[in-house]
């Protein structure tokens, strides 16, 4: 596909289709302005969202909080995007022909796979990248170590709620030991 034969976004019968992938894990309000970005690219924009599996994902990246399932039941809910779809961790020039895009969107930090500096690489010699802004302050990984950094909080909290030891995927020590602690703080 040639960028000089796409759609400027100004027609409301012929929107310019913008595809944005990721992970999604952990879903907050970085994500949703990532896809407020593509969506707003130009004027009458359809984006698809792509969802890597949880195969690839667990392989390349590691354990996710949500499933692939999950994952794009999240991003269903989205007010800026258009349609959810699985998709390969290495998006080709060949993939986005298939589905019929015009443009990938995200950020532009080179994202290094395998041998290759930058996986969007092709894609951005093609001029069929346009790049986006990470929020400030927030992604899937500061949001796991707020959980990890508050663990005994939550662990403590969840066995109030009634969790057992097997569910915390802690020791019946640990959580015998987490329960004195409760007794001890209801108390004060």
């Excluded at 992970?23 to 890597?52: M, P, S, T, W």
């Excluded at 998006?91 to 589905?99: A, G, H, K, Q, R």
């Excluded at 346009?130 to 959980?147: A, Y």
Aim: one cysteine or more; glycine letters at 6%; hydrophobic letters at 30%.
């Amino acid at each position: 596909m040639d960028p000089s034969t796409f759609p400027d976004g100004n027609d409301p019968n012929n929107p310019v289709r913008i595809f944005m992938d990721g992970v999604f894990d952990g879903f907050h309000f970085g994500h949703a302005r990532l896809l407020e970005q593509g969506k707003k690219k130009f004027k009458n924009v359809y984006l698809i969202a792509g969802v890597c599996t949880d195969e690839d994902t667990h392989k390349h990246k590691g354990n996710t909080i949500n499933t692939q399932y999950e994952r794009k039941e999240t991003l269903k809910h989205c007010r800026w995007v258009d349609e959810v779809i699985d998709c390969p961790w290495l998006v080709t020039l060949e993939f986005l022909n298939e589905i019929k895009v015009h443009y990938v969107a995200r950020d532009s930090l080179p994202y290094p796979y395998g041998d290759m500096a930058d996986l969007y690489q092709p894609i951005k010699d093609a001029g069929r990248f346009l790049p986006t802004e990470r929020t400030e302050g927030i992604s899937t990984t500061d949001v796991i170590m707020r959980i990890i950094r508050d663990f005994d909080f939550y662990v403590k909290r969840n066995i109030k709620k009634g969790c057992t030891a097997e569910e915390l995927n802690i020791s019946n020590e640990k959580y015998e030991e987490f329960k004195k602690i409760i007794e001890q703080e209801d108390h004060l």
